[in-house]
């Protein structure tokens, strides 16, 4: 697979990541040897760059990672994030923490349940409004000095919020959802990260699977998957949102191509600073969508998906008020 570069002076990684997520939480049940094996299989499609969170699970997706790094730990780029709390009693209930002192402990569990020695890229997963970014990128990269961490990145960070972080040690990625039906960064947020040489990594680059095509009501998702209670995936939203879906696998249809595949191949021709993270936890979506790292889309295609998705074209908000509540916008 192609590479590209995360950041001005930032590492080479494969042109598209693997999102793991879903392989432990929050899209139905998960299935650890088929997930070891979608990530076997993305190794031998090129794909290096892993994506994770301690809040995945909590906690149990960083370790599914870890086990699939043992032996062969230098051939995987490997992106972890902290900052965002889980109640034990109720991991439903959410917070937020990016004091110095989270920060370091954050970083050495997850040092720890991953089974290595240094984190390659280091997101603050959500900002903490109650600890200036000053305050929290500065304990970031104390880590770097330590070894313990490579590169640093923000994950929904707003543009002001990303130039101060950038003033305290730079900042190699921004991580954010984007996608045909997700395309709030281009404005403001985009500009910025090139502007600071900064590089953009699209999380959920698919719409959480919903611009695959292959959902067609509520009751397509497992009992537990969190879409049945998110916005865009329910009641007057769903079916609108369904017309989009629609578009997108006429002109996949039109291209030869596979409704995932066109979508990220427009996600992947916005720019050679974007780095799609598509998750999956099986083989056979991965092998898909790991193709359209190899689709040059003809500009008058990419002009047309535009047109029929403009930015505002979803309907429903991405999160729940909720979880809406914790974006630094």
Same mark, same amino acid.
């Given at each position: @697979?192609?590479? +590209? ?10 042109? @598209?990541?693997?999102?793991? @997520? ?18 076997? +299989? ?18 149990? &997706? ?10 062969? +730990? ?37 040092? +720890? ?44 960070? #707003? ?24 395309? =709030? ?33 509520? =009751? ?44 990220? #191949? ?22 898909? &969508? ?40």
């Amino acid at each position: @697979m192609k590479t +590209r570069r995360l950041g001005k002076d930032g590492p080479e990684v494969s042109a @598209m990541g693997l999102g793991c @997520m879903g392989m432990s939480e929050f899209y139905g049940a998960g299935d650890d040897a088929e997930s070891l094996e979608t990530i076997d +299989r993305a190794l031998e499609l090129g794909i290096q760059f892993l994506d994770t969170s301690d809040v995945y699970g909590p906690h149990t &997706n960083e370790e599914l990672v870890g086990r699939a790094l043992k032996g062969r +730990r230098n051939q995987f780029f490997v992106a972890t994030k902290f900052g965002i709390l889980r109640d034990p009693a109720n991991p439903a209930r959410r917070g937020v923490d990016g004091s110095p002192a989270y920060v370091r402990k954050s970083a050495e569990d997850s040092l +720890r349940r991953l089974g290595i020695e240094t984190i390659d890229l280091y997101y603050q997963h959500r900002v903490d409004p109650n600890t200036p970014i000053e305050e929290t990128v500065g304990a970031m990269s104390r880590l770097v000095e330590e070894g313990k961490v490579r590169f640093l990145g923000l994950s929904e960070a #707003a543009p002001a919020t990303l130039e101060r972080a950038h003033r305290v040690h730079p900042i190699t990625a921004l991580q954010t959802e984007y996608s045909l039906w997700s395309r =709030d960064p281009e404005p403001e947020v985009l500009p910025m990260c090139r502007k600071l040489g900064v590089a953009f990594v699209a999380y959920s680059p698919l719409g959480r699977g919903f611009l695959t095509g292959r959902f067609r009501s509520a =009751d397509d998702f497992e009992p537990g998957d969190y879409r049945r209670v998110s916005p865009r995936f329910v009641g007057e939203n769903f079916e609108r949102n369904l017309r989009l879906v629609d578009t997108v696998k006429r002109l996949a249809a039109e291209a030869g191509l596979t409704p995932s595949q066109l979508a990220l #191949a427009w996600v992947l021709a916005k720019g050679e600073d974007i780095v799609p993270i598509p998750g999956t936890k099986h083989r056979k979506y991965l092998e898909e &969508n790991a193709a359209a790292a190899d689709i040059s889309l003809a500009p008058a295609v990419v002009e047309t998906l535009q047109e029929a998705f403009p930015p505002d074209a979803a309907a429903g908000d991405r999160y729940a008020p909720a979880m809406l509540a914790f974006l630094n916008l």
